[in-house]
């Protein structure tokens, strides 16, 4: 298994400011993920971090939103800039364990986010 | 990309019955379908998983059926009881050009009535 710890776990902001979120993990890790989870809805992926690169955004996210550092193979942030009421949604990280395909995904508790 | 839906959004059961997921998927290239268990403001977690070398995997309640040929698979749960009230998502792995990674059905909302 895993040991994600996330944080904050919940924040309350102003639209026009930015948030930023952790991730700490247990032990090394490759590939980090954060994900977007909507109000009643599904996790929507939003870039990949790995250690010594950039993110790899999927479409619909930028890095001017949405930087990502990761100093670390144990560590990562997701900033989310400039937020508006949209941006109000619970924000996971997550990793892998395994080998190749067979891996099993663990997260974070997630970090709740309302901007008014 | 690979592309996931789920069915149905919402299924409600009286406690002791039996409840079936099913989703599809649609990038045979995929070989990798777990299925996440969310309970009301906690993370995912995962319940159950099948490679695509398997045609089922069992659990104890739960079990996981998977038909590569018509790409879907589906997650059973039987003898239902209320805390198997949550949201359930399936998800398939997807090979992408610098790794893999998961791609999430829309979520189904189990209510088990007692």
């Known amino acids: 298994s895993a040991v994600i710890s996330q944080k904050p776990s919940r924040d309350i902001c102003q639209r026009g400011t930015s948030l930023t979120i952790q991730c700490q993990v247990d032990s090394q890790v490759t590939m980090m993920f954060w994900y977007r989870q909507q109000p009643g809805q599904s996790l929507t992926l939003i870039a990949t971090?790995?250690?010594?690169?950039?993110?790899?955004?999927e479409s619909g996210f930028v890095i001017d939103k949405f930087p990502i550092s990761r100093p670390n193979l144990t560590f990562s942030t997701l900033t989310v800039s400039n937020m508006s009421p949209e941006d109000s949604s619970i924000y996971l990280c997550?990793?892998?364990?395994?080998?190749?395909?067979?891996?099993?995904?663990?997260f974070g508790q997630g970090t709740r986010l309302t901007v008014v | 990309g690979e592309n996931v839906e789920q069915h149905p959004s919402t299924l409600s059961v009286q406690e002791g019955d039996s409840a079936v997921i099913k989703c599809t998927y649609s990038d045979s290239a995929s070989n990798y379908f777990p299925w996440y268990k969310q309970e009301l403001g906690k993370r995912p977690q995962l319940i159950i998983d099948i490679r695509s070398n398997v045609g089922e995997k069992k659990d104890q309640r739960i079990a996981v059926t998977l038909n590569k040929t018509a790409k879907h698979f589906s997650l059973h749960i039987t003898e239902t009881q209320p805390e198997d009230s949550a949201v359930y998502f399936c998800a398939a792995k997807e090979r992408w050009e610098y790794g893999n990674k998961l791609v999430f059905g829309a979520g189904t909302i189990l209510r088990v009535k007692s």
């Open positions: 997550s990793v892998e364990r395994g080998a190749r395909m067979n891996t099993e995904a663990f």
């Open positions: 971090a790995n250690q010594g690169s950039e993110a790899t955004y």
